[in-house]
T-cell receptor, first 109, second 112 residues
């Protein structure tokens, strides 16, 4: 079957760095996505990786290793507004998006 | 402004009642999707449509129905056959790249 695993919840301190991991097992791979979802709101697109390596976008970076079926989202200089759920999603061989359950990130002052 | 709208924001359903959730987009996207989100779970695909007058079942289509008569509109009906409809429903569209989806604000459905 297809499976995406992320930690359920993480806690970090304002101003610090946090890494959210995602491992996946899917039938085929056509890209990995990270979305941010604030409580009660819709997800918004953060990043896309299709090749191995690190993609940096401001305070957020995303890494992919296709051979290991592994990705992480790195958030630097954490701000209180970063408190949200972070969803990992993979497009499989049929270009369907498979979603992880999300990681709830709690930022403490 | 281009975007996706969903209405209503909150919807209450009585036992045995069918209810319809609206989804409209003015992004000129061909593909549209309906997801269900339950607490602590990821998004689960209910139905999707790649083109007008065509749609496909997702992973949890039972108890739901859709139509796609216009490019801009993709309404979802939650029928009385759906025994556990309480959830957050999200509509999305994409411009042909399935991963970069644009979401509406969602409709929260509650059962009375």
């Amino acid at each position: 079957g297809q499976n995406i695993d992320q930690p359920t919840e993480m806690t970090a301190t304002e101003g610090a760095i946090v890494q959210i991991n995602c491992t996946y097992q899917t039938s085929g791979f056509n890209g990995l996505f990270w979305y941010q979802q604030h409580a009660g709101e819709a997800p918004t697109f953060l990043s896309y990786n299709v090749l191995d390596g690190l993609e940096e976008k401001g305070r957020f970076s995303s890494f992919l290793s296709r051979s290991k079926g592994y990705s992480y989202l790195l958030l630097k200089e954490l701000q209180m507004k970063d408190s949200a759920s972070y969803l990992c999603a993979v497009t499989d061989s049929n270009y369907q998006l498979i979603w992880g359950a999300g990681t709830k990130l709690i930022i403490k002052p | 402004d281009g975007g996706i709208t969903q209405s209503p924001k909150y919807l209450f359903r009585k036992e045995g009642q069918n209810v319809t959730l609206s989804c409209e987009q003015n992004l000129n996207h061909d593909a549209m999707y309906w997801y269900r989100q339950d607490p602590g779970q990821g998004l689960r695909l209910i139905y999707y449509s790649q083109i007008v007058n065509d749609f496909q079942k997702g992973d949890i289509a039972e108890g739901y129905s859709v139509s796609r008569e216009k490019k801009e509109s993709f309404p979802l009906t939650v029928t009385s056959a759906q025994k556990n409809p309480t959830a957050f429903y999200l509509c999305a569209s994409d411009p042909g790249d399935p991963g970069t989806q644009y979401f509406g604000p969602g409709t929260r459905l509650l059962v009375l």
